[in-house]
């Protein structure tokens, strides 16, 4: 997704800085990380506040297997539900999700 298209997804929050980070990009609000994207596909910040509300839109949160015996390591973002990932008005609470639990990682 290119930078144009990811500023329209996040018209709605606001504007947003994009910076290069992990081989893809970080998308900010407000200098608070709300979402990554990484090998093209684009992920919203969430914690233990928000997951549940992810989980139940049918996200599925990253993971990797870690090089350290081979555990599965669980990151805080998680995919786009369904619908928001084409309309900048079905994005926006879930922008303001990942805004939010970007300013409760801060603190």
Same mark, same amino acid.
């Given at each position: 997704m290119d930078n144009d298209a990811i500023g329209d997804l996040f018209a709605?929050?606001?504007?947003?800085? #994009? &910076?290069?980070?992990?081989?893809? /990009?970080?998308?900010?609000?407000?200098?608070?990380?709300? $979402?990554?994207? #990484? &090998?093209?596909?684009?992920?919203? /910040?969430?914690?233990?506040?928000?997951?549940?509300?992810? $989980?139940?839109?049918?996200?599925?949160?990253?993971?990797?297997?870690?090089?350290?015996?081979?555990?599965?390591?669980?990151m805080p973002y998680w995919t786009v539900p369904d619908g928001a990932l084409d309309d900048p008005d079905e994005m926006t609470p879930w922008a303001r999700k990942a805004y939010q639990a970007g300013l409760r990682a801060g603190k």
């Open positions: 709605g929050l606001g504007p947003v800085s #994009i &910076r290069r980070m992990f081989g893809g /990009k970080g998308i900010y609000f407000n200098n608070v990380i709300v $979402a990554i994207e #990484i &090998r093209g596909e684009l992920m919203l /910040k969430a914690d233990a506040e928000s997951a549940p509300d992810f $989980a139940a839109a049918g996200c599925t949160q990253w993971t990797y297997t870690g090089s350290r015996h081979g555990k599965l390591v669980a």
